[in-house]
């Protein structure tokens, strides 16, 4: 069975970096699209920035795009969420999910597994 653990989040001031690692284990790593989401409280889930298995497709948020990068180790069964320039807006609880069914949507419904979460608290 595919699991998945985020590390990374924490408390931080606006404008500073953070970065989320996912660790992947239970699978072929390779035959996996990656994503990662988020839930603000009261707000509904929404993707932030995915990656196929051969990373032809790399996927960002608007609100993210220049901000936030991803990356994977295929070697190391990571995926990693780059989070710079950090605001406000950006506090949630940050989610990775894998799929290996669409590569190339960074929805929710399009992901199969998915870890606990961890919270990224941003301070204006």
């Known amino acids: 069975q595919v699991q998945l653990v985020e590390s990374g989040g924490g408390l931080v001031q606006s404008g500073e970096s953070l970065r989320l690692s996912c660790a992947f284990s239970g699978g072929t790593f390779g035959h996996y699209a990656i994503g990662w989401f988020r839930q603000a409280p009261g707000k509904g889930r929404e993707g932030i920035s995915c990656?196929?298995?051969?990373?032809?497709?790399?996927y960002y948020r608007d609100s993210v795009k220049g901000r936030f990068t991803i990356s994977r180790d295929n070697a190391k069964n990571m995926v990693y969420l780059e989070m710079n320039s950090l605001k406000s807006e950006d506090t949630a609880v940050y989610f990775c999910?894998?799929?290996?069914?669409?590569?190339?949507?960074?929805?929710?419904?399009?992901?199969?597994?998915w870890g606990q979460g961890t919270q990224v608290t941003v301070s204006s």
């Open positions: 999910a894998a799929t290996e069914r669409l590569y190339r949507q960074c929805a929710g419904p399009a992901y199969d597994y």
């Open positions: 990656i196929s298995p051969s990373e032809d497709y790399i």
